[in-house]
T-cell receptor
Framework: RKEVEQDPGPFNVPEGATVAFNCTYSNSASQSFFWYRQDCRKEPKLLMSVYSSGNEDGRFTAQLNRASQYISLLIRDSKLSDSATYLCVVKDSNYQLIWGAGTKLIIKP | DAGVIQSPRHEVTEMGQEVTLRCKPISGHNSLFWYRQTMMRGLELLIYFNNNVPIDDSGMPEDRFSAKMPNASFSTLKIQPSEPRDSAVYFC???????????FGPGTRLTVL
């Protein structure tokens, strides 16, 4: 089993819709969690950190479920510009960042 | 502010040739990472440095790969000899040791024929 698992997608979603995807992690001692965004043929960039209480940044909401060992990302009112690959990242107990393979999101007009 | 700088942006070489990838981290960042990304394997950490010292090179595929960081503003990743299976995008990233956020360079797209 991979340490960090994501549904690779692609998720094909109409513009304006709400989309959510999860990421599961295997190490219960993992400390910190992040979502990165990677546009086609570009480098990954931090989208948001994920806090225990959940956090929101505009149309984006991230949540953490430690009991079930997953984090989620919710995008409301999706825009064409949200099309990208979303990478789940987990900092493990050895302070190493473990990267998921990414979920590809395609927003269609 | 300048971000992480990588060169070259694209490299096409023939099998057996030596390849050197270069990275200049963000000024003030004291941790540097080399990653490789392919469709099949996703983003893989190859090696990382703290304060110019290699900390973990367990991701380096084999002896053909080597990395150096002679000073705080420069690092190289060398492949000698290169093989077609080394074809990938190689990213360099940096961060401050007191934060988790990594800032990536634009990557070097390597093709080994």
């Amino acid at each position: 089993r991979k340490e960090v698992e994501q549904d690779p997608g692609p998720f094909n979603v109409p513009e304006g819709a709400t989309v959510a995807f999860n990421c599961t992690y295997s190490n219960s001692a993992s400390q910190s969690f992040f979502w990165y965004r990677q546009d086609c043929r570009k480098e990954p960039k931090l989208l948001m950190s994920v806090y225990s209480s959940g956090n929101e940044d505009g149309r984006f909401t991230a949540q953490l479920n430690r009991a079930s060992q997953y984090i989620s990302l919710l995008i409301r009112d999706s825009k064409l510009s949200d099309s990208a690959t979303y990478l789940c990242v987990v900092k493990d107990s050895n302070y190493q960042l473990i990267w998921g393979a990414g979920t590809k999101l395609i927003i269609k007009p | 502010d300048a971000g992480v700088i990588q060169s070259p942006r694209h490299e096409v070489t023939e099998m057996g040739q030596e390849v050197t990838l270069r990275c200049k981290p963000i000024s003030g960042h004291n941790s540097l990472f080399w990653y490789r990304q392919t469709m099949m394997r996703g983003l893989e950490l190859l090696i990382y440095f703290n304060n110019n010292v290699p900390i973990d090179d367990s991701g380096m595929p084999e002896d053909r790969f080597s990395a150096k960081m002679p000073n705080a503003s420069f690092s190289t990743l060398k492949i000698q000899p290169s093989e077609p299976r080394d074809s990938a995008v190689y990213f360099c990233a940096s961060r401050r040791l007191d934060t988790d956020t990594q800032y990536f360079g634009p990557g070097t797209r390597l093709t080994v024929l």
